[in-house]
């Protein structure tokens, strides 16, 4: 019996290798982690969502491949007033849609289309505003309808922006995910045919590649874009093949099933250095890890306390413990990748005897009791709370302090952390537009310290604010540049927080994929890689 | 006999409304609703998200929640899944069928093996051969799925190469899904090297699916034969000197098949509750993953309606069976 049904299996598999079908031309396959919820970045905030509908739109503005630099979309160049509140947009000519079954493009971008995807998420009265759900979580929280005054169509190829405040990073949120543009020709379309759920299912756009088919939860297909703006793709075609396990998706890059995989385990790393068939590329995120010291509290209302605090944990201990290779001390609260990262700041070394001396000097020769926040749940910026708040714990008593360890369901956690319940607490950030106020002024500035917003130290810092709230009204890079080093400066001097960690981003590939580059913001790009053949 | 039926229906009625209703109540008891898991880090200002669970309806009273749930269910309407907007009974049917092949293929091959190994375990009992396969079947019974299906990836597919990791079809083909069947869809479009395909994907996930409810069969198949085996009609048709294969398949096999066809039908529920890791492990697009995905997201329709769309089935198989056995064992409905 037994003998029978290996030789029936090897029969099978033998038939199966010879009726495997010829390579297709150029065909790069990402073994992607999760399904989308549709194609559409403007109502989703996943790095999947966002991964997924990349490919199909362009922006006004964009990131330069593996950057933060914002460089041309759709909007060849730009003006900004003198006053800084109008930005004037000089759309590129020739940018084509995409065509599928139910819709053949007559025009190339124009006006029209910036102003009906700006109006979609802005305008609750636009008739595409309640589709897929409708929550446009980041135009909402990078603070656009309060940013914005006007956008009006100047004429076919140039529109105009009127901001109510003055505001420098306006540039870089045009360039995030949220701010693709999409065709109010096809939505016309799709309108007369009463099929308007349909404009986040089957996409069309100006990118690189063509949307082509989703099976759902398995496959997503695309091919390039053969009349792109920017010349087309040296990929043929993009496959994503929605592979939820991560040892699943190394085993199918070892067996050649896919060419590029994300977030490999960790405990794989090294595995994946060793093999010669793989390149494991890093890079650090751009996101922080921090503990931060509720400043509106007793003990740490006292600056001597938090810097004693920032000495007595051995920070590269805990980074090497719970990140395991696939994270680096943080110094400053933004991250290295990041303009304006100031590298002359020298972080606090580990030096409990001037942990201390230091909590002596404050009243507290014997320590204290204080609660340590930690995360319930995994994040990109730390991989285990909980252990960490363990060895920080250890650490803490070493010098005298005795912190007991609080956790509360995530949702839970960070409504009490924001409206300051805590006295220490661990949490963290991951960059949106690459801009340093997203870090400065979104996490440590005054307006964000009241209660329920999100610079949970409670740190309100007057010094520290004037910089950050003047570089937020100064379009000048050179000059916003030094208002943030002299921010970190500050930053460092009171110790608000202790910096834990920036984590690191893994990605494998095989070794023919040319041309790849991370991407600082996590997202995952494709235009511009080639195979070898 | 249209009585026992009718009797069996009405006591699903009830086991559904208790379904519905502990769905409805255990995601809601899981920390964290739609909106709170989708904005992380960056947080929500307190109006906002009044707003956006009012829009959800979120912001009703629990029984009023329920009364409506309750009401759209019982005209056909599971409502829209909260993640992609789609009705979740179309989400449901487009990856319900990738589902049912991996669950009808693992049965087939659980069938397939199982009852012979039972039946030529309980012929040479006590022999190597028995022993073998009672150890075998509790390792597979005891075998973590996770484990079991990585293991089998590692050694056929990355160490050997002969089956491919996971997915449901090579990505040079693309079939335009009809049935939702891939071995059905395949055919019918034609193509050949695809349905072969389709094959090689479902090997090793109907292994993996297909072990636990093999070792069930194959222990209850052989204790079911050895059962009858001693019984004395066997003794006497052996007696009247008909053939050892005769007695067996005839005579033996056909009461002792009973019982293992009711184990087979109540193994459909353990498929399904398999089929969420298998499907996790092998990429494979069906409900499984879906429920999970729907867990995960807090999206309670799609959860509520697919663990209402997997309990009618399970309910409807069962009472199948129930029928089903009734037919087989005249003993039964006549006990009515």
Same mark, same amino acid.
């Given at each position: 019996?037994?003998?029978?049904?290996?030789?029936?299996?090897?029969?099978?598999?033998?038939?199966?290798?010879?009726?495997?079908? *010829?390579?297709?031309?150029?065909?790069?396959?990402?073994?992607?982690?999760?399904?989308?919820?549709?194609?559409?970045?403007?109502?989703?905030?996943?790095?999947?969502?966002?991964?997924?509908?990349?490919?199909?739109?362009?922006?006004?503005?964009?990131?330069?491949?593996?950057?933060? =630099?914002?460089?041309?979309?759709?909007?060849?160049?730009?003006?900004?007033?003198?006053?800084?509140?109008?930005?004037?947009?000089?759309?590129?000519?020739?940018?084509?849609?995409?065509?599928?079954?139910?819709?053949?493009?007559?025009?190339?971008?124009?006006?029209?289309?910036?102003?009906?995807?700006?109006?979609?998420?802005?305008?609750?009265?636009?008739?595409?505003?309640?589709?897929?759900?409708?929550?446009?979580?980041?135009?909402?929280?990078?603070?656009?309808?309060?940013?914005?005054?006007?956008?009006?169509?100047?004429?076919?190829?140039?529109?105009?922006?009127?901001?109510?405040?003055?505001?420098?990073?306006?540039?870089?949120?045009?360039?995030?995910?949220?701010?693709?543009?999409?065709?109010?020709?096809?939505?016309?379309?799709?309108?007369?045919?009463?099929?308007?759920?349909?404009?986040?299912?089957?996409?069309?756009?100006?990118?690189? &590649?063509?949307?082509?088919?989703?099976?759902?939860?398995?496959?997503?297909?695309?091919?390039?874009?053969?009349?792109?703006?920017?010349?087309?793709?040296?990929?043929?075609?993009?496959?994503?093949?929605?592979?939820?396990?991560?040892?699943?998706?190394?085993?199918?890059?070892?067996?050649?099933?896919?060419?590029?995989?994300?977030?490999?385990?960790?405990?794989?790393?090294?595995?994946?250095?060793?093999?010669?068939?793989?390149?494991?590329?890093?890079?650090? @995120?751009?996101?922080?890890?921090?503990?931060?010291?509720?400043?509106?509290?007793?003990?740490?209302?006292?600056?001597?306390?938090?810097?004693?605090?920032?000495?007595?944990?051995?920070?590269?201990?805990?980074?090497?413990?719970?990140?395991?290779?696939?994270?680096?001390?943080?110094?400053?609260?933004?991250?290295?990748?990041?303009?304006?990262?100031?590298?002359?700041?020298?972080?606090?070394?580990?030096?409990?005897?001037?942990?201390?001396?230091?909590?002596?000097?404050?009243?507290?020769?014997?320590? &204290?009791?204080?609660?340590?926040?930690?995360?319930?749940?995994?994040?990109?910026?730390?991989?285990?709370?909980?252990?960490?708040?363990?060895?920080?714990?250890?650490?803490?008593?070493?010098?005298?302090?005795?912190? =007991?360890?609080?956790?509360?369901?995530?949702?839970?956690?960070?409504?009490?952390?924001?409206?300051?319940?805590?006295?220490?607490?661990?949490?963290?950030?991951?960059?949106?537009?690459?801009?340093?106020?997203?870090?400065?002024?979104? +996490?440590?500035?005054?307006?964000?310290?009241? *209660?329920?917003?999100?610079?949970?130290?409670?740190?309100?810092?007057?010094?520290?604010?004037?910089?950050?709230?003047?570089?937020?009204?100064?379009?000048?890079?050179?000059?916003?540049?030094?208002?943030?080093?002299?921010?970190?400066?500050?930053?460092?001097?009171?110790?608000?927080?202790?910096?834990?960690?920036?984590?690191?981003?893994?990605?494998?590939?095989?070794?023919?994929?040319?041309?790849?580059?991370?991407?600082?913001?996590?997202?995952?790009?494709?235009?511009?890689?080639?195979? =070898?053949? | 006999?249209?009585?026992?039926?009718? /009797?069996?229906?009405?006591?699903?009625?009830?086991?559904?409304?208790?379904?519905?209703?502990?769905?409805?109540?255990?995601?809601?008891?899981?920390?964290?609703?739609?909106?709170?898991?989708?904005?992380?880090?960056?947080?929500?200002?307190?109006?906002?998200?009044?707003?956006?669970?009012?829009?959800?309806?979120?912001?009703?009273?629990?029984?009023?929640?329920?009364?409506?749930?309750?009401?759209?269910?019982?005209?056909?309407?599971?409502? !829209?899944?909260?993640?992609?907007?789609?009705?979740?009974?179309?989400?449901?049917?487009?990856?319900?069928? *990738?589902?049912?092949?991996?669950?009808?293929?693992?049965?087939? &091959?659980?069938?397939?093996?199982?009852?012979?190994?039972?039946?030529?375990?309980?012929?040479?009992?006590?022999? !190597?051969?028995?022993?073998?396969?009672? @150890?075998?079947?509790?390792?597979?019974?005891?075998?973590?799925?996770?484990?079991?299906?990585?293991?089998?990836?590692? &050694?056929?597919?990355?160490?050997?190469?002969?089956?491919?990791?996971?997915?449901?079809?090579?990505?040079?083909?693309?079939?335009?899904?009809?049935?939702?069947?891939?071995?059905?869809?395949? +055919?019918?479009?034609?193509?050949?090297?695809?349905?072969?395909?389709?094959?090689?994907?479902?090997?090793?996930?109907?292994?993996?699916?297909? /072990? !636990?409810?093999? *070792?069930?069969?194959?222990?209850?198949?052989?204790?079911?034969?050895?059962?009858?085996?001693?019984?004395?009609?066997?003794? /006497?048709?052996?007696?009247?000197?008909?053939?050892?294969?005769?007695?067996?398949?005839?005579?033996?096999?056909?009461?002792?098949?009973?019982?293992?066809?009711?184990?087979?039908?109540?193994?459909?529920?353990?498929?399904?509750?398999?089929?969420?890791?298998?499907?996790?492990?092998?990429?494979?697009?069906?409900? @499984?993953?879906?429920?999970?995905?729907?867990?995960?997201?807090?999206?309670?329709?799609?959860?509520?309606?697919?663990?209402?769309?997997?309990?009618?089935?399970?309910?409807?198989?069962?009472?199948?069976?129930?029928?089903?056995?009734?037919?087989?064992?005249?003993?039964?409905?006549?006990?009515?």
């Amino acid at each position: 019996m037994k003998r029978i049904l290996l030789g029936a299996g090897l029969g099978v598999a033998a038939t199966l290798a010879l009726a495997a079908p *010829a390579q297709a031309a150029k065909t790069l396959v990402y073994c992607s982690e999760g399904s989308p919820e549709n194609f559409n970045p403007m109502v989703n905030t996943t790095g999947t969502s966002f991964d997924v509908s990349l490919p199909v739109y362009n922006n006004l503005v964009q990131f330069e491949r593996g950057g933060t =630099k914002v460089v041309p979309g759709l909007a060849e160049t730009w003006d900004v007033s003198e006053d800084g509140l109008t930005y004037t947009f000089h759309l590129r000519k020739g940018a084509k849609w995409h065509s599928n079954n139910d819709f053949k493009p007559t025009r190339d971008a124009n006006a029209d289309d910036v102003l009906w995807s700006f109006n979609r998420q802005w305008k609750k009265d636009h008739p595409f505003h309640k589709v897929s759900g409708g929550a446009y979580d980041y135009f909402n929280d990078m603070a656009m309808p309060d940013l914005l005054k006007s956008i009006e169509k100047v004429d076919d190829y140039t529109v105009k922006f009127t901001l109510n405040k003055v505001e420098a990073p306006f540039i870089a949120n045009l360039a995030m995910p949220f701010a693709a543009i999409q065709s109010a020709e096809y939505a016309d379309a799709l309108q007369k045919k009463n099929q308007i759920d349909k404009i986040d299912q089957a996409p069309i756009g100006t990118g690189p &590649f063509q949307f082509v088919a989703y099976q759902k939860d398995a496959v997503i297909r695309y091919k390039a874009f053969e009349q792109y703006w920017g010349g087309k793709a040296p990929l043929d075609n993009l496959v994503f093949a929605i592979t939820p396990d991560a040892a699943v998706r190394y085993a199918k890059l070892k067996a050649g099933e896919c060419h590029i995989v994300p977030y490999p385990n960790p405990a794989d790393l090294e595995a994946m250095k060793k093999d010669s068939a793989i390149t494991l590329m890093e890079q650090e @995120g751009l996101n922080v890890g921090y503990l931060a010291f509720n400043v509106t509290k007793k003990p740490f209302d006292d600056v001597r306390v938090r810097r004693a605090l920032n000495m007595a944990i051995d920070k590269k201990a805990v980074v090497d413990a719970v990140y395991q290779g696939a994270g680096v001390p943080a110094k400053n609260p933004i991250p290295p990748t990041m303009w304006s990262y100031n590298k002359e700041i020298e972080d606090y070394p580990y030096d409990p005897e001037r942990a201390k001396k230091l909590l002596a000097e404050a009243g507290f020769p014997d320590g &204290f009791e204080t609660d340590l926040w930690a995360m319930p749940v995994q994040r990109p910026y730390n991989p285990n709370a909980k252990r960490m708040a363990e060895m920080m714990q250890a650490d803490l008593a070493k010098v005298g302090i005795k912190a =007991k360890v609080v956790q509360y369901e995530w949702g839970e956690y960070r409504k009490r952390l924001q409206a300051g319940e805590h006295q220490m607490g661990m949490l963290g950030w991951t960059g949106d537009n690459g801009d340093p106020d997203n870090f400065l002024h979104v +996490l440590l500035g005054c307006e964000a310290a009241r *209660a329920g917003g999100s610079n949970i130290a409670k740190w309100c810092y007057k010094e520290f604010d004037d910089l950050v709230v003047q570089a937020k009204r100064t379009t000048d890079i050179a000059a916003r540049t030094k208002l943030y080093e002299q921010a970190q400066v500050i930053f460092k001097e009171e110790a608000p927080w202790l910096t834990v960690a920036h984590s690191v981003v893994h990605m494998a590939l095989s070794k023919n994929v040319v041309d790849y580059k991370m991407d600082p913001f996590g997202i995952h790009r494709f235009y511009g890689v080639d195979l =070898k053949q | 006999m249209l009585r026992f039926i009718l /009797t069996r229906v009405s006591l699903v009625i009830p086991t559904f409304l208790g379904v519905t209703f502990l769905t409805f109540l255990l995601i809601r008891l899981v920390p964290g609703d739609p909106i709170e898991v989708r904005v992380g880090e960056r947080g929500i200002p307190p109006e906002r998200l009044l707003e956006l669970r009012h829009e959800l309806g979120l912001d009703r009273p629990l029984w009023q929640q329920f009364l409506d749930y309750i009401g759209g269910v019982l005209q056909g309407d599971l409502g !829209v899944s909260l993640v992609t907007r789609n009705s979740v009974f179309s989400e449901f049917v487009t990856l319900f069928p *990738a589902t049912l092949e991996l669950a009808a293929l693992a049965m087939l &091959f659980a069938t397939v093996v199982g009852l012979p190994a039972g039946i030529i375990a309980a012929v040479r009992r006590g022999s !190597v051969f028995d022993h073998g396969v009672m @150890g075998i079947s509790l390792t597979g019974y005891s075998m973590p799925i996770f484990w079991w299906g990585l293991l089998l990836i590692l &050694f056929f597919s990355v160490g050997l190469g002969w089956t491919p990791v996971s997915g449901r079809l090579d990505l040079l083909y693309y079939v335009e899904p009809v049935t939702g069947f891939m071995l059905i869809d395949t +055919l019918m479009a034609g193509e050949y090297g695809a349905f072969w395909s389709a094959l090689h994907h479902l090997i090793l996930p109907m292994i993996v699916l297909g /072990t !636990v409810p093999l *070792a069930v069969v194959a222990r209850m198949t052989r204790s079911a034969m050895l059962e009858v085996l001693g019984e004395d009609y066997i003794r /006497t048709a052996k007696a009247k000197g008909l053939a050892g294969k005769r007695v067996i398949g005839l005579h033996a096999l056909r009461n002792a098949l009973i019982p293992v066809v009711t184990v087979i039908g109540l193994q459909v529920g353990t498929l399904l509750g398999g089929a969420i890791l298998t499907e996790t492990i092998f990429s494979w697009p069906g409900v @499984g993953k879906w429920l999970i995905e729907s867990i995960n997201r807090r999206d309670y329709p799609a959860l509520q309606g697919g663990v209402l769309l997997i309990a009618t089935t399970v309910m409807t198989v069962n009472l199948l069976v129930d029928v089903l056995y009734g037919v087989l064992n005249p003993r039964i409905r006549h006990s009515r």
